[in-house]
């Protein structure tokens, strides 16, 4: 067992989505040297534990880091951008290493090493104990590490003898199930339910265990490059909404009417939102499903019979349950991003982990002042309930409000492929566009005042 001291000006640890993000747009912006640390064997974070039919919710065009294109910015027959399967992301995200970070000569990476804290880090393989003389800053990339199913113990028991799987699972078995029970009523789940119906299996073979509803932003106003002529539209209008709404439940109805949020039972009012995008097609197809248990939260399965807070329900040794009950995105406290001893990586705008991380990146490469640093990156929570649409709109808001008084920051912001409205400057005057630009115009000052009156209200 050896013990090594390195240094270098930067020492980021976890190399998922947000620490490459950050690394490869800090070292195209400066000549950083920087040790990148991760326990797991190869870059992408919990890609490596998704289950195997996930895609990215967003357009791959602009997922990843800025300085490598992700997919080919196909366009599929219901008009939207291509979206990457985990397979594809953890090959981009190994290319990225492979042919970016490291031959820059910038960047030192070790994988299968654990972080323990003081710049220390030891090797899972052998032991080996390493020290980092960090110049300048440590980065957090590990604060908001999702929990996914594969690796979460699901949050109710199971009796022996239960079949109850992570999704990842179902894709291994051999025999089929007398039916399939799904719990949760977040992405995982959903994606769990699309994947089963399109896969052949009958809607009344599935019986999907919802304690709450959720929002989803519509995918189809979430698509830049060619398309981001309909990412403004669907930002105005969701700009006259937040003007025009006279409560948070009249805003919830704006924006589900002008087709910006949906949900997939109109009866039920969702009361989370974690701002993953769907599909109208998706929705229609979820409809399907007839067999939705509402009975509050489920607490155990045994061999013939599930237990909920509200009541039980048959089940059954052939029955297959499916865990999507993960906590999934991590809504830590907003901490300042730039501090004196770390740069703790968490969204500007709402969700856009890479492009976050990227323009973290960015301003620490080229701003000194702790204070300057944090008015241009101001923390924004990861959402959890309605409310956070509100929030999240009004950080968003603020900060692109003082990243347009930067010449800079806007010159790269327009050049950044990971920036989902790169391009829309160039379009002020397109004739197409005049409604939604006059929209936005008209909506943006009254917007802001009634988000803050609603924020504060709560109501
Ligand atoms: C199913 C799913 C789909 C998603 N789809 C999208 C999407 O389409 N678009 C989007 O923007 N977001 C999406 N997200 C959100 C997602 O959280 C981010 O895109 C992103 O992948 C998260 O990256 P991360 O770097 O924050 O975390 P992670 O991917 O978890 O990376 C953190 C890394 O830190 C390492 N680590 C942790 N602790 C230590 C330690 N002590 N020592 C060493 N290493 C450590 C871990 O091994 C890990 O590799 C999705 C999330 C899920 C779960």
């Known amino acids: 067992m050896a013990r090594r001291t390195l240094e270098a000006d930067y020492l980021v640890v976890g190399c998922g989505a947000a620490g490459m993000a950050f690394t490869d747009s800090l070292i195209s912006a400066c000549d950083a040297s920087v040790v990148m640390v991760d326990r797991r064997h190869a870059p992408g974070g919990h890609w490596h534990d998704a289950y195997p039919f996930v895609r990215l919710h967003q357009p791959s065009a602009y997922y990843g880091v800025n300085s490598m294109p992700l997919g080919d910015d196909a366009i599929d027959r219901a008009g939207m951008f291509?979206?990457?399967?985990?397979?594809?992301?953890?090959?981009?995200?190994?290319?990225?290493?492979?042919?970016?970070?490291?031959?820059?000569?910038?960047?030192?990476?070790?994988?299968?090493?654990?972080?323990?804290?003081?710049?220390?880090?030891?090797?899972?393989?052998?032991?080996?104990?390493?020290?980092?003389?960090?110049?300048?800053?440590?980065?957090?990339?590990?604060?908001?590490?999702?929990?996914?199913?594969?690796?979460?113990?699901?949050?109710?028991?199971?009796?022996?003898?239960?079949?109850?799987?992570?999704?990842?699972?179902?894709?291994?078995?051999?025999?089929?199930?007398?039916?399939?029970?799904?719990?949760?009523?977040?992405?995982?789940?959903?994606?769990?339910?699309?994947?089963?119906?399109?896969?052949?299996?009958?809607?009344?073979?599935?019986?999907?265990?919802?304690a709450r509803e959720a929002w989803f932003l519509n995918r189809k106003f979430a698509q830049g490059g060619a398309l981001v002529g309909t990412m403004l539209e669907g930002y105005a209008l969701q700009i006259e909404a937040a003007a025009q709404?006279?409560?948070?439940?009249?805003?919830?109805?704006?924006?589900?009417?002008?087709?910006?949020?949906?949900?997939?039972?109109?009866?039920?009012?969702?009361?989370?939102?974690?701002?993953?995008?769907?599909?109208?097609?998706?929705?229609?197809?979820?409809?399907?499903?007839?067999?939705?248990?509402?009975?509050?939260?489920?607490?155990?399965?045994?061999?013939?019979?599930?237990?909920?807070?509200?009541?039980?329900?048959?089940?059954?040794?052939?029955?297959?349950?499916?865990?999507?009950?993960?906590?999934?995105?991590?809504?830590?406290?907003?901490?300042?991003?730039?501090?004196?001893?770390?740069?703790?990586?968490?969204?500007?705008?709402?969700?856009?982990?890479?492009?976050?991380?990227?323009?973290?990146?960015?301003?620490?490469?080229?701003?000194?002042?702790?204070?300057?640093?944090?008015?241009?990156c101001p923390p924004n929570q990861l959402p959890d309930v309605p409310l956070d649409w509100v929030r999240g709109t009004l950080i968003a808001m603020a900060a692109d409000y003082a990243w347009s008084k930067e010449p800079d920051l806007r010159d790269w912001l327009e050049s950044a492929r990971l920036n989902p409205s790169r391009g829309l400057r160039a379009m002020t005057s397109e004739p197409s566009l005049a409604q939604a630009w006059k929209r936005f115009g008209d909506h943006a000052r009254g917007a802001l005042a009634n988000l803050q009156r609603l924020s504060t209200s709560g109501r």
């Open 82 to 210: 291509e979206r990457a399967s985990a397979p594809e992301i953890c090959g981009y995200y190994d290319r990225v290493m492979q042919q970016r970070l490291l031959p820059s000569g910038k960047v030192r990476y070790f994988p299968m090493c654990e972080y323990v804290g003081d710049h220390r880090f030891v090797s899972r393989l052998t032991g080996d104990e390493y020290e980092v003389k960090v110049r300048k800053q440590r980065v957090d990339a590990v604060y908001l590490e999702p929990a996914v199913p594969a690796t979460t113990e699901p949050p109710f028991e199971v009796a022996p003898g239960v079949r109850c799987v992570p999704p990842g699972e179902l894709v291994r078995f051999a025999k089929r199930a007398d039916g399939y029970v799904i719990i949760g009523a977040g992405k995982t789940a959903l994606d769990t339910c699309t994947w089963l119906l399109e896969t052949g299996v009958s809607p009344s073979d599935i019986r999907w265990i919802k």
């Open 245 to 376: 709404a006279t409560s948070l439940e009249d805003l919830f109805a704006r924006l589900e009417a002008s087709e910006q949020l949906l949900r997939v039972d109109a009866r039920v009012a969702p009361t989370m939102y974690k701002g993953p995008t769907l599909s109208v097609a998706e929705v229609e197809q979820l409809r399907s499903i007839e067999g939705v248990v509402r009975l509050g939260k489920l607490r155990r399965i045994e061999r013939d019979t599930i237990v909920l807070d509200g009541g039980t329900l048959p089940t059954s040794p052939h029955h297959v349950h499916v865990h999507c009950a993960a906590r999934g995105l991590n809504p830590a406290p907003a901490i300042p991003i730039f501090s004196a001893d770390r740069i703790t990586l968490q969204p500007i705008r709402p969700g856009l982990i890479p492009f976050n991380a990227a323009v973290v990146g960015y301003v620490e490469a080229t701003r000194d002042d702790l204070a300057v640093k944090n008015r241009l």
